[in-house]
């Protein structure tokens, strides 16, 4: 008796199945086929990034050996030109070097330009973002212009935790030197000095700094004695 209620539970079983199946069969089938494409289609992404990233590396390094030691304009463009239609991190390797580049045969201007938007550039690290403006800094002390180098690194600076603080500082030492602020030198120049991660090197610089700014400050007062002594004795 009992095989008979299992026969009839078991004939029950398969027609609800079967009215399930014909529901939602193609459903089933329609999103097991989804899953075979989107899992084909990310693989031939993935095959075609890697594919695209080799590609771009080895221009990169064909771009590198046509412009090396060449010093020319038509260089620096050349790797201006690959930066255009790389990859992101090959067009920002190119960039840095096309600066450089532009910078070293005087065109500061299109050397800005191209630092400035790896700086812009939200996509790229932040370590990298800064890179760009210190290297940026550097170029416009080279060229005597000491208010734009302290507006691309002075967040730099003031920011303990930054990588390149202690450049910063520096660079901003130099800069307040050009524009003969002394006190504000001086106290880069000593933070410089006292920071504990500070290199011997960066620390000797410093100190140099220091004692150029302490004669430069003593010439100063002693300039100012000598003209109150004339006025007074005129």
Do not use: C
Not at 136 to 156: H, M, R, T, V
Not at 212 to 228: C, K, R, V
């Amino acid at each position: 008796m009992s095989d008979i209620f299992h026969e009839v539970e078991e004939d029950l079983r398969r027609e609800r199945m079967k009215k399930a199946w014909d529901r939602y069969g193609i459903y089933v089938l329609g999103a097991a086929v989804l899953i075979v494409l989107v899992t084909a289609g990310w693989r031939g992404y993935e095959a075609w990034r890697v594919s695209s990233e080799r590609a771009a590396g080895e221009t990169y390094i064909e771009v590198l050996d046509q412009v090396q030691g060449a010093g020319t304009e038509s260089t620096a463009q050349a790797l201006e030109q690959y930066a255009d239609s790389a990859p992101a991190g090959y067009a920002m390797l190119a960039k840095f070097r096309a600066a450089t580049a532009f910078a070293d045969l005087g065109n500061t201007d299109q050397a800005v330009t191209l630092l400035n938007e790896i700086a812009d550039e939200r996509d790229n690290l932040a370590i990298y973002r800064d890179l760009a403006r210190i290297r940026l800094a550097q170029i416009y002390l080279n060229n005597s212009d000491p208010s734009s180098a302290k507006a691309a690194i002075g967040p730099i600076a003031q920011d303990a935790g930054n990588a390149y603080t202690l450049t910063a500082q520096e660079l901003m030492g130099l800069a307040a030197y050009m524009e003969n602020n002394v006190p504000e030198a001086r106290r880069w120049f000593t933070s410089l000095q006292d920071a504990a991660l500070s290199t011997q090197a960066a620390k000797q610089r410093a100190r140099l700094m220091l004692a150029l700014l302490t004669q430069i400050s003593g010439a100063g007062d002693t300039a100012s004695a000598g003209e109150s002594a004339a006025q007074e004795t005129n």
